[in-house]
């Protein structure tokens, strides 16, 4: 197989998913780590294993689990991805999109990227929510892009405007929702770094310079590839700890399951809220 995700591998992955929806989702969503219980509640599920799906990139993190689930949430029906799959576990960035490649196959049009981060943001606490405005492209800057490699014309253009990854409508509607449930969110730049390192004094110092907020190991690859495709992204960072004023980033992965636990509850609230208000 060749180095970068192709036609081949991303039509044989969705006629595998294709052949045992019993409906068409119209929204995806990818959970985080600690957050794969918002899956929970989707009723009468189909359940696909990762692992069952051909050329699928499979995630083996702790925390999460490897399975699409599909099925209706708030009168939508949604397709819900728990248990992505990072670039640390040492996929080729190309293949971190076929997930969001087979969503657009099947014609999904709106993606919600959630993912556990880091506050770099001094106002930010463990157990806040960030609505992600924008994204630093580090990796991609480095060379690491999803869509390096050949073009995949039936997808996008080979050059593809990213000056407003994440969709403004979407943004929008999710204040407003929080907003009339009375739940505080902020609204930052994220950026994805490769880890699985945490970052070290230096890291964080350089990265409240170029104006980052939370830091995290995930969504912008998948962000990239979604917009590249046309889809419309919220992306929802949730803040499982503290980078401290002074740069310095004590986490474990531990504390970013345990806080991803706990704020669970309140992420699903405005997803489920947003789902009810999506046209
Ligand atoms: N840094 C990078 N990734 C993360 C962090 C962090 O502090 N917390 C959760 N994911």
Not at 1 to 26: C, F, K, N, Q
Not at 164 to 176: D, G, H, M
Not at 241 to 260: F, M, R, W, Y
């Amino acid at each position: 197989m060749s180095e970068y995700i192709g036609y081949h591998e991303i039509d044989a992955a969705t006629d595998a998913v294709r052949a045992r929806l019993t409906i068409i989702p119209e929204v995806a969503l990818i959970l985080g780590s600690g957050l794969g219980e918002l899956a929970e509640s989707i009723q009468d599920p189909t359940i696909i294993p990762t692992r069952e799906i051909p050329f699928w990139p499979v995630s083996t993190v702790p925390g999460h689990k490897g399975r699409l689930v599909i099925g209706e949430l708030e009168g939508k029906k949604v397709l819900v991805l728990q248990g992505r799959t990072h670039y640390y576990e040492g996929h080729n960035i190309s293949k971190i999109g076929l997930p969001i490649r087979v969503m657009q196959r099947l014609g999904i049009k709106t993606l919600i990227l959630t993912n556990a981060s880091g506050g770099l943001n001094n106002d930010f606490y463990p157990g806040d929510l960030m609505i992600i405005k924008d994204h630093l492209a580090l990796l991609p800057m480095a060379g690491e892009n999803p869509l390096r490699g050949p073009n995949l014309d039936e997808f996008g253009p080979r050059f593809p405007d990213m000056s407003a990854v994440y969709s403004p409508k979407l943004i929008a509607l999710t204040e407003q929702v929080a907003a009339e449930m009375g739940i505080a969110m902020h609204k930052g730049v994220y950026v994805c770094l490769s880890g699985p390192t945490f970052e070290t004094p230096a890291d964080c110092r350089f990265l409240k310079m170029i104006g980052v907020d939370a830091v995290g190991m995930s969504t912008v690859p998948e962000a990239i590839v979604a917009r590249h495709g046309g889809m419309d992204i919220l992306g929802i960072a949730t803040i499982t700890n503290k980078i401290d004023p002074d740069g310095t980033n004590k986490a474990s992965h531990q504390e970013v399951l345990e806080v991803g636990d706990q704020l669970a509850p309140k992420l699903m609230r405005v997803i489920r809220g947003v789902l009810r208000k999506l046209a």
